[in-house]
T-cell receptor, first 110, second 118 residues
């Protein structure tokens, strides 16, 4: 069945370090792909998305490219800030729902 | 402002009691969803609804019930039959594109409700 696999956390980085959170998916066809962010005690907010192969989603310095050949959608940021500390979820659009990865906790230290 | 409102934010329940979580949206979205979030397990779909007076089971519907009497509202009841109800519950909505639900697009989430069974 459809599934999303993302790297386990926690990921701990110093401020201004580079970030990569890996995400791969298994799905029928070509699903839309998403990264959501969740701050403590809150719901999920859409961070970025891509709807077809080779699309690059970007927002707030984060980027992810839809790679059909590797079925991946890795999240990257060149210089993280303390305010980026949160849980990040990769998701793929399937029939009637989004399928989510297990989430990756990012902790950025000053 | 448009958005999704969940209430209550925190809820405590004794074993054997049913509780109802409220979800209201003013985004004029057709589809609404309930997800359950547990540590280390991501989000799992409980129920979804694409249209008023119709809803479908998700992956973990046992022990839960829903209704969709109005487009704006999609309440979730956690019944006493749910064996492990302590969790964070998230409601979401989305517009239907092209009248179908294949290849689901962006979901808009509420702030969540945390249920603790004592």
């Amino acid at each position: 069945g459809d599934s999303v696999t993302q790297m386990e956390g926690p990921v701990t980085l110093s401020e201004e370090a580079c970030l990569t959170i890996n995400c791969t998916y298994t799905a029928t066809g070509y699903p839309s792909l998403f990264w959501y962010v969740q701050y403590p005690g809150e719901g999920l907010q859409l961070l970025l998305k891509a709807t077809k192969a080779d699309d690059k989603g970007s927002n707030k310095g984060f980027e992810a490219t839809y790679r059909k050949e590797t079925t991946s959608f890795h999240l990257e940021k060149g210089s993280v800030q303390v305010s980026d500390s949160a849980v990040y979820f990769c998701a793929a659009g399937a029939t009637n729902k989004l399928i989510f990865g297990t989430g990756t906790l990012l902790a950025v230290q000053p | 402002d448009g958005g999704i409102t969940q209430s209550p934010k925190y809820l405590f329940r004794k074993e054997g009691q049913n509780v109802t979580l409220s979800c209201e949206q003013n985004l004029n979205h057709d589809a609404m969803y309930w997800y359950r979030q547990d540590p280390g397990q991501g989000l799992r779909l409980i129920y979804y609804s694409q249209i008023v007076n119709d809803f479908q089971k998700g992956d973990i519907a046992e022990g839960y019930s829903v209704s969709r009497e109005k487009k704006e509202s999609f309440p979730l009841t956690v019944t006493s039959a749910q064996k492990n109800p302590t969790a964070f519950y998230l409601c979401a909505s989305s517009p239907l594109t092209s009248g179908t639900m294949t290849n689901t697009g962006e979901l808009f989430f509420g702030e969540g409700s945390r249920l603790t069974v004592l």
